[in-house]
């Protein structure tokens, strides 16, 4: 009965969650009917004791970065310098070249730290025209988006900001940079092979006389004014490149010389240097960023406050729906049943735990729709194992991270994934219309780039 309400609780955790319900409710009830089905277990101190207590670590380790990206998003959409970067990349591209000009606009705002959510409402006006003028399929945009913003700069290129590159280090001891070389190589297999996919796509269609088609016009179609007062590109893309140089700079030349023997004290959680590092340095960065980017364009916002504010409370729904999914991966953790499916993934690949790992964080992002929620869960339950048989082997902690971050970024945009709803809802289109495409491009490629990458590992390379 235990092993069948785990079944169960995942089933429908998946199911309802597509229907629409929020995760914030599902994720208590659902757990909790895990383990009123395992039989003797005490129903609110599992509540409370565990499934509360995760989610509050949670939040009190990654608050800050949900936090600061999403204010910092903000910023760069509300000043206009999104924008800017969108259109110069088409300037430079050229129009004839829709789809790559979108993905790399994207990809650069995405690996800057914007939010994926941020980057598809800045995006989708500039590439829907885009689209229009070149005679692209519309129903070939939110795969464009989802490339550019879903898949190597969410993952896989070596610094990137986003909360699945920063998740892994505290388990692995680990920074951002993790792993430089597997993880270029990953996000080049995922850009060329997903841009060769939809050129491919587009050239078909257009052979069948299939151009942009017919729609309706959406909401997200205009985000800012025609004749918004647009900052340069140098000025648009400087707090980017700012994020990246801070945190690299932070995390290899200013951190690792601190002297911070204080962090064994019982008040500051007795821990070492190394396992807040990456953490710090994000920190830093955006917050730096932020400031360069408001004193930059400090006359284009309309209102500063409403877009510092909205930023803040544009991060509050996101991180909280994770760390419900943290809660519930821990109440289902703790159940006796669990240990079966542990040793399931465990052994499948009993000597490999690279492998391991890849096959739990993709069944886990999977069944939760979340790239993030499901590697959290995965290494809330299993990541110590993971880790220490990693050390026995003389696996590379660094691998270790940057195989989590790939897998994170697999079976996660599943149909029922939220960005891959949100982004659809953005475009006006339908799973029926375009997900084919936005599976190929986010979840069966990535998936390759990760096997890859694993094979890169296993021969030492």
């Keep these: 009965m235990g092993l069948l309400g785990i079944v169960l609780s995942l089933g429908l955790l998946m199911y309802l969650a597509y229907r629409g319900i929020n995760v914030l409710i599902l994720a208590p009830l659902l757990a909790l009917l895990a ?22 670590g949670y939040v009190i380790i990654y608050f800050p970065l949900f936090l600061l990206g999403a204010i910092f998003g903000k910023v760069m959409a509300d000043s206009g310098a999104a924008r800017t970067i969108a259109e110069k990349i088409v300037e430079r591209v050229g129009a004839h070249r829709a789809i790559l000009a979108v993905v790399l606009a994207c990809g650069v705002l995405t690996y800057g730290g914007v939010s994926l959510f941020v980057v598809a409402f800045a995006i989708y006006p500039i590439a829907n025209a885009l689209f229009r003028r070149a005679d692209v399929p519309k129903r ?108 690299a700079l932070f995390t290899y030349v200013i951190i ?30 955006l917050v730096a960023s932020i400031v360069l980017a408001i004193a930059l364009n400090w006359h284009r916002f309309t209102n500063l406050t409403e877009s510092v504010n909205s930023g803040t409370m544009g991060s509050l729904l996101p991180i909280f729906n994770t760390a419900s999914e943290v809660g519930y991966g821990a109440v289902i953790a703790s159940l006796p049943a669990f240990a079966i499916i542990r040793d399931a993934v465990l052994g499948l690949f009993p000597t490999n735990p690279v492998a391991s790992l890849a096959v739990a964080v993709n069944v886990l992002a999977g069944i939760t729709g979340s790239a993030s929620g499901g590697m959290s869960i995965a290494l809330q339950a299993l990541g110590e194992q993971f880790a220490a048989m990693a050390r026995e082997q003389g696996i590379s902690m660094e691998l270790m991270h940057r195989v989590t971050a790939l897998s994170s970024g697999g079976f996660d945009a599943l149909p029922h994934n939220g960005a891959v709803i949100t982004l659809l809802a953005i475009t006006g289109l339908t799973h029926k219309k375009s997900y084919g495409d936005i599976f190929v491009v986010s979840v069966a490629i990535p998936v390759f780039a990760t096997v890859v990458v694993i094979i890169l590992g296993s021969l030492g390379l």
């Design 256 to 285: 690792p010389r601190m002297n911070a023997a204080y962090l064994a004290d019982p008040r500051y959680g007795e821990t070492t240097l190394q396992s807040v590092a990456g953490i710090w340095a994000i920190i830093v960065a």
């Design 140 to 247: 070939l945009l939110p795969a464009a988006i989802a490339l550019g913003s879903f898949t190597f700069t969410m993952t896989a290129f070596p610094g990137t900001p986003a909360i699945q590159n920063a998740i892994p280090m505290p388990f692995f001891g680990t920074n951002v940079f993790a792993a430089p070389i597997q993880g270029t190589i990953a996000g080049l297999i995922m850009l060329f092979g997903g841009v060769f996919w939809l050129n491919r796509r587009s050239a078909a269609a257009h052979a069948r006389s299939e151009g942009y088609g017919q729609h309706e016009r959406t909401a997200a179609d205009s985000s800012l004014p025609e004749d918004m007062d647009l900052p340069g590109f140098g000025v648009a893309i400087l707090p980017v490149v700012s994020v990246i140089a801070l945190n």
């Design 35 to 56: 383990v009123l089905m395992s039989g003797d277990l005490p129903v609110l101190a599992t509540y409370t004791q565990v499934f509360m207590k995760s989610l509050g």
